[in-house]
Nanobody, 127 residues
Framework: QVQLVESGGGLVQAGGSLRLSCAAS????????MAWFRQAPGKERQFVAT????????YYADSVKGRFTISRDNGKNTVYLQMNSLKPEDTAVYYC????????????????????WGQGTQVTVSS
């Protein structure tokens, strides 16, 4: 079993930056794809970004492309989401997730393709 713990959320003004972290325990994550999702009040969970186990391949939702960067430090068993040029519409609870499947034909962007989730961290962007 793996435990994922997000941190780094908070309140920031529009145009500002935040860096989220997702620390894992119980399992080494270097073999697994990781992702960030978010959920705003009254809205469905939304894919944000994903990164391969090696960290070489990344994929982003169009809404965050060019502003957010996903990265990982497998030595620290931690995944990051650097968020720049934040907008009020980025306000949501952000969750990290792990995909334990050995291989997928396409990049997984659906929540049900991920097997383990953190508890979430709130990001609020004021206008």
């Amino acid at each position: 079993q793996v435990q994922l713990v997000e941190s780094g959320g908070g309140l920031v003004q529009a145009g500002g930056s935040l860096r989220l972290s997702c620390a894992a325990s119980g399992r080494t994550l270097s073999s697994y794809r990781m992702a960030w999702f978010r959920q705003a009040p009254g809205k469905e969970r939304q894919f944000v970004a994903t990164i391969s186990g090696s960290g070489i391949d990344t994929y982003y939702a169009d809404s965050v492309k060019g502003r957010f960067t996903i990265s990982r430090d497998n030595g620290k068993n931690t995944v990051y989401l650097q968020m720049n040029s934040l907008k009020p519409e980025d306000t949501a609870v952000y969750y990290c997730a792990a995909d334990f499947s050995p291989w997928r034909p396409v990049v997984p962007t659906m929540g049900d393709q991920y097997h383990s989730w953190g508890q979430g961290t709130q990001v609020t962007v004021s206008s």
